[in-house]
């Protein structure tokens, strides 16, 4: 059954060629030249001279990254409604979410902090699930949506500014100083968060970027 669902992902989204050719992919890391010949489902062009991966094809590439977009966009509705921490100190409960967290910073002086806190965490992984659905949900129907060549070279600039692990790293190496101090219980916001970061993860490791532009360019034309 799983079998049959992958051949038929396979036959209904086949990585397209743009006609004409032969088309040339520069190793990143020894900057040998080879030919960019068309590959396989699941398998991975590798630079004869010292095997870095050139490009890959993965299995069914377009709902992977369009379904994980999609379950990053609603848990980050969780993250946002959700209580993130709560602390318990000297008979105080305190309960912060992203946005009460990034306020606090600001109304303490801390304004940039704040500012960074909104942007990394919240803003860059919301336009980038956007945007990988712009781009990747029409292509499921062959299809190119205005305007999705300009947000797709965005979307490969502003990859590295997707700062959710770091952030959760930061909170988890903070808790362990805070539990020294108060009580610290994780809530919805926070785990819903951890699987947000999985799912950019998946959604942005789902498609290769020559993959993206070569159906780009094919629905295109
Ligand atoms: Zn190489």
Redesign the pocket.
Known sequence: MKNAFSRTLRSLHPWPKVPGGPYLST??????LHEATALPEGVAAR?R????VLYQNRPASLVRVTAFSLAALILMVVVNFFPFLTMDAAGIRTTLNLVSAAKTLVDQGSPLLGFALVLFTLVTPLALASGLIYVCGPLLFGRVAPGAFVVAKWLNQTEPWNMIEVFLLGVLVSLLKLNKLADVHFGMGFWAFSVVMVCMAAAISGIDRDEMWDRLEVAKS
């Open positions: 190793c990143h890391f020894c900057d040998t630079c001279c010292c095997g870095a």
